[in-house]
Nanobody, 122 residues
Framework: VQLQASGGGLVQAGGSLRLSCAASGRTFTSYTMGWFRQAPGKEREFVGAIRWSGTSPIYADSVKGRFTISRDSAKNTVYLQMNSLKPEDTAVYYC????????????????WGQGTLVTVSS
């Protein structure tokens, strides 16, 4: 199983970025795809997650209303659309996968991508 995250970069506060997570190596129809992030000097935290089946995603309070998770089954890719970015959103963003229902605890996730850096300047 491979998860390949991409799309990170440098953006000004108030701007937008879209991260992608390309999944391969198995069928993910019964899986949950999650996004996490780790800011410098902080622990990795939950950002949001979506069932591959399309159940409504859930989000951390800190990103609710600004970030949107979607998936393209044909491309086996999950997206994290980030709008109204703030300097405190600066972090390495990771995608992860776990079989079954949505979970917010990172310890439950079995597969992880390599991370992509998002830097938001003020």
């Amino acid at each position: 199983v491979q998860l390949q995250a991409s799309g990170g970069g440098l953006v000004q506060a108030g701007g937008s970025l879209r991260l992608s997570c390309a999944a391969s190596g198995r069928t993910f129809t019964s899986y949950t795809m999650g996004w996490f992030r780790q800011a410098p000097g902080k622990e990795r935290e939950f950002v949001g997650a979506i069932r591959w089946s399309g159940t409504s995603p859930i989000y951390a309070d800190s990103v609710k209303g600004r970030f949107t998770i979607s998936r393209d089954s044909a491309k086996n890719t999950v997206y994290l659309q980030m709008n109204s970015l703030k300097p405190e959103d600066t972090a390495v963003y990771y995608c992860a996968a776990v079989a079954g229902p949505i979970r917010i605890d990172q310890g439950s996730y079995d597969y992880w991508g390599q991370g992509t850096l998002v830097t938001v300047s003020s």
